[in-house]
């Protein structure tokens, strides 16, 4: 019995060392600057400002909303576009809004919602005294459920917060709690983990987590100088079978954002959100990604996910307050194929490119 008791105390001990030391670990790297503040992504924003592609600064092992934060702060030109959504909107490029005589940003960021944009806004607000002209909303059908789970943007509370000003009349609800529940998980995520050895990795390697490309003919994460992303080459040019696999499995389980479809309190914000930046000046286009044709063709059937009433609110909204909007869910709408997708939710760049071709920006004739 006591050899089985120190057995299991051995075990134990051993245990909770290991665990020990995996969050030592992930607290102390941090590639994502989720407890500390990360100097690279200002390191990063000032390369793009310089006009360099960034290479290997990749989505997995950073926290993309703080970049973008770090971005604005160190913009000192006028801007007169930005692009923001989710990461169905991360490769809308500068040269498929703009024939470069105006300035362009990305900042999109992965999994938004409403709270994003208010945030990216009022940090344009905060540090520029202003919000671009022409601002593009990636509106995602998640950003109208109230159970889409989405929370991330709470990393980012404080450029939110600033809504006061620029957004008086929208009240949130409060995740702390269980923002720092699953902030603190990160410590202990299989994921994190993989991401802070590859960072630690690539820094013991290079000095930095990123280098500077000469071109956009790299495998590996890319970010133009507008903040636009390119994904290396497995998922810029991809298995024509991973596309169909992924694109099945996405309709399979939880469906992401879509699930307990709740937006009627969602919607009363965001046409608060549309009615502060008309009141602003500013011109907004509603971009709405389309999904992968077989998965589309899928969840349409299923009314609860609200694809088509979701889809109809949005073009409502638009035309009720002169808005351009840009895009459709539905890809069969946009002569979109498979192959113009490169998973269930996520279009290429030529596509994205494709669906802009007609976009106008603001006093455009």
Request: glycine fraction near 4%.
């Given at each position: 019995m006591n050899r089985y008791k120190r057995f299991l105390?051995?075990?134990?001990?051993?245990?909770?060392?290991?665990?020990?030391?995996?969050?030592?670990?992930?607290?102390?790297?941090?590639s994502a600057g989720l407890f500390h503040?990360?100097?690279?992504?200002?390191?990063v924003a000032k390369e793009l400002l310089a006009g360099k592609i960034v290479a290997g600064f990749g989505d997995?092992?950073?926290?993309d909303r703080q970049f973008q934060l770090s971005l604005i702060k160190e913009i000192h030109s006028k801007v007169d576009i930005i692009a923001t959504g989710s990461s169905r909107t991360k490769e809308l490029r500068k040269r498929y809004v703009t024939n470069g005589t105006k300035i362009f940003f990305n900042h999109a960021v992965n999994g938004a919602s409403m709270e994003d944009y208010i945030a990216i806004?009022?940090?344009?607000?905060?540090?520029?005294?202003?919000?671009?002209?022409?601002?593009?909303?990636?509106?995602?059908?998640?950003?109208?459920?109230?159970?889409?789970?989405r929370i991330r943007w709470k990393n980012i509370q404080k450029y939110h917060d600033f809504e006061r000003q620029i957004f008086p009349t929208i009240t949130e609800q409060r995740f702390d709690t269980l923002f720092i529940l699953k902030k603190y998980k990160e410590l202990l995520n299989y994921s994190y983990t993989l991401a802070n050895i590859r960072y630690l990795l690539k820094s013991l390697k290079t000095?930095?987590?990123?280098?500077?490309?000469?071109?956009?003919?790299?495998?590996d994460f890319l970010r133009e100088p507008d903040a636009s992303l390119h994904?290396?080459?497995?998922?810029?040019?991809?298995?024509?079978?991973?596309?169909?696999?992924?694109?099945?499995?996405?309709?399979?389980?939880?469906?992401y954002g879509l699930e307990n479809f709740q937006d009627t309190i969602n919607k009363k914000k965001f046409e608060d959100i549309l009615c502060r930046l008309k009141q602003e000046g500013v011109h907004v286009t509603l971009f709405l990604a389309p999904y992968n044709p077989l998965t589309y063709d899928i969840?349409?059937?299923?009314?609860?996910?609200?694809?088509?009433?979701?889809?109809?609110?949005?073009?409502?909204?638009?035309?009720?307050?002169n808005l351009q909007i840009?895009?459709?869910?539905?890809?069969?709408?946009?002569?979109?194929?498979?192959?113009?997708f490169f998973d269930g939710m996520h279009c290429n760049d030529r596509a994205i490119k494709q669906i802009f071709s007609s976009w106008k920006p603001a006093n455009a004739p």
């Amino acid at each position: 019995m006591n050899r089985y008791k120190r057995f299991l105390l051995t075990l134990l001990t051993l245990t909770t060392l290991s665990l020990g030391l995996v969050v030592l670990f992930n607290y102390t790297v941090d590639s994502a600057g989720l407890f500390h503040k990360n100097n690279i992504m200002q390191q990063v924003a000032k390369e793009l400002l310089a006009g360099k592609i960034v290479a290997g600064f990749g989505d997995e092992a950073f926290d993309d909303r703080q970049f973008q934060l770090s971005l604005i702060k160190e913009i000192h030109s006028k801007v007169d576009i930005i692009a923001t959504g989710s990461s169905r909107t991360k490769e809308l490029r500068k040269r498929y809004v703009t024939n470069g005589t105006k300035i362009f940003f990305n900042h999109a960021v992965n999994g938004a919602s409403m709270e994003d944009y208010i945030a990216i806004l009022g940090a344009y607000k905060l540090y520029h005294g202003y919000i671009p002209k022409d601002v593009i909303l990636g509106v995602d059908p998640w950003i109208l459920n109230k159970n889409s789970g989405r929370i991330r943007w709470k990393n980012i509370q404080k450029y939110h917060d600033f809504e006061r000003q620029i957004f008086p009349t929208i009240t949130e609800q409060r995740f702390d709690t269980l923002f720092i529940l699953k902030k603190y998980k990160e410590l202990l995520n299989y994921s994190y983990t993989l991401a802070n050895i590859r960072y630690l990795l690539k820094s013991l390697k290079t000095k930095k987590p990123y280098y500077i490309a000469n071109d956009l003919e790299v495998n590996d994460f890319l970010r133009e100088p507008d903040a636009s992303l390119h994904y290396p080459y497995t998922t810029r040019f991809p298995n024509v079978q991973d596309v169909y696999t992924k694109a099945l499995q996405y309709t399979q389980g939880y469906v992401y954002g879509l699930e307990n479809f709740q937006d009627t309190i969602n919607k009363k914000k965001f046409e608060d959100i549309l009615c502060r930046l008309k009141q602003e000046g500013v011109h907004v286009t509603l971009f709405l990604a389309p999904y992968n044709p077989l998965t589309y063709d899928i969840l349409v059937k299923q009314p609860k996910y609200k694809l088509k009433s979701t889809e109809a609110y949005f073009r409502k909204v638009a035309k009720n307050n002169n808005l351009q909007i840009i895009g459709s869910y539905n890809p069969h709408t946009l002569h979109l194929k498979e192959n113009d997708f490169f998973d269930g939710m996520h279009c290429n760049d030529r596509a994205i490119k494709q669906i802009f071709s007609s976009w106008k920006p603001a006093n455009a004739p």
